[in-house]
T-cell receptor, first 113, second 113 residues
Framework: KAGVTQTPRYLIKTRGQQVTLSCSPI?????VSWYQQTPGQGLQFLFE???????NKGNFPGRFSGRQFSNSRSEMNVSTLELGDSALYLC????????????FGNGTRLTVT | EDKVVQSPLSLVVHEGDTVTLNCSYE??????LLWYKQEKKAPTFLFML????IEKKSGRLSSILDKKELFSILNITATQTGDSAVYLC?????????????FGTGTLLAVQP
């Protein structure tokens, strides 16, 4: 099976712009979660989508949003970018059963200048 | 507040050494504890632990969970330079609408030839 695929791999944006990141889960996985990884805060949970519905949301401002499509692919959007949004954004998919681990993609490295 | 604490923060060893990485946690709705290895990109899944006292093994790596004392250890025997990475501990919280991982800050392991 192909792994979790994230595009693009790298992005450079300026403050105030918006950005959309894409994630294709492992075939058969219907849960997609997004995490932000920074040197200072480590990996932090953004949100989870399952069956096209947001099921959980982490402690991030409303500028961070997402959606999931009927084929389980997911997008994450960040509006009005700030310098502090520079991070590695990781997508993970799972079968969403109690004992199914999350499998991560290679991430999108976002740099805001 | 849910938290996961890993120790040590970093570790330098020589090839052939045995290392033990620690992870303690305080969370509500604990479901599982997971270990991931992160080199340059995606965290790769190593182990998922749900029951106390049952060791999981994969080659030179092994891990065990103590749900009474709320900690886990990851052992790596006969270390190799390819084991150099950040090792992440995460606690899975799963129940009802909630399905997410709380990550520790990781242990940076450097294995010298």
């Amino acid at each position: 099976k192909a792994g979790v695929t994230q595009t693009p791999r790298y992005l450079i944006k300026t403050r105030g712009q918006q950005v959309t990141l894409s994630c294709s889960p492992i075939s058969g996985h219907r849960s997609v979660s997004w995490y932000q990884q920074t040197p200072g805060q480590g990996l932090q949970f953004l949100f989870e989508y399952f069956s096209e519905t947001q099921r959980n949301k982490g402690n991030f401002p409303g500028r961070f949003s997402g959606r999931q499509f009927s084929n389980s692919r997911s997008e994450m959007n960040v509006s009005t970018l700030e310098l502090g949004d520079s991070a590695l954004y990781l997508c993970a998919s799972s079968e969403r059963t109690a004992n199914s681990p999350l499998h991560f993609g290679n991430g999108t490295r976002l740099t805001v200048t | 507040e849910d938290k996961v604490v890993q120790s040590p923060l970093s570790l330098v060893v020589h090839e052939g050494d045995t290392v033990t990485l620690n992870c303690s946690y305080e969370v509500t709705n604990f479901r599982s504890l997971l270990w991931y290895k992160q080199e340059k990109k995606a965290p790769t899944f190593l182990f998922m632990l749900t029951s106390s006292g049952i060791e999981k093994k994969s080659g030179r790596l092994s891990s065990i969970l103590d749900k009474k004392e709320l900690f886990s250890i990851l052992n790596i025997t006969a270390t190799q330079t390819g084991d150099s990475a950040v090792y992440l501990c995460a606690v899975g919280i799963y129940g009802g609408a909630t399905n997410k991982l709380i990550f520790g800050t990781g242990t940076l392991l450097a294995v010298q030839p």
